[in-house]
């Protein structure tokens, strides 16, 4: 008959021990590490944000002063580039809804002004949506400018656009 437990006694080893306790010690370290790794990633997050604070402050639009056209049209562009694109696009994806589908995203940093695109499986979701958008904290005059009913792959969706001034 052939026999496929190699293993001749029921009883634990001490060899059993010994890989056990280094495994459990294995574990053990590797939570430390991700614990410590964790803890820099946000420290260095806070920095970050803390950084792009202070450079929001140094270059702020009355700063820029217009010697050249090119010179201003390069100033602008850097204001446009250190605005805090990525605080107001954690913000608007902290909002996750099942219902809701953002088709594009139209910001125009002139006006202060985002345009959303979106889908939604119901007008509940809707309202749901952009009162999501006015507790952000970020966002102020949040508008819905549009609203049709449609069909996508056989479903029935309402397409939608919201308008909202940011207020960074």
Known sequence: ???????????????????LTLGLLA?????V??????????????????????????VSAAEVVV???ESA???????????PWSGLLKGMESIHRDDIRLMSLDPQWKRKLIQLRLLATNREAIWAYMEG????????????KSSESTHLNGMPVVAFEVEALWDI
């Open 33 to 58: 590490w991700q614990q410590k790794i964790l803890a820099e990633n946000d420290m260095l997050q806070a920095r970050l944000t803390l950084r792009a604070d202070q450079l929001r402050q140094k």
């Open 1 to 19: 008959m052939l026999e496929l437990n190699h293993i001749r006694s029921h009883q634990a080893t001490p060899g059993g021990y010994v890989v």
């Open 67 to 69: 010697h050249k056209p």
């Open 133 to 144: 958008l006015r507790q952000l904290g970020m966002m102020k005059e949040v508008k819905l």
């Open 73 to 83: 049209a390069a100033q602008q562009a850097i204001l446009h580039i250190i605005l």
């Open 27 to 31: 574990l053990l370290m590797t939570l």
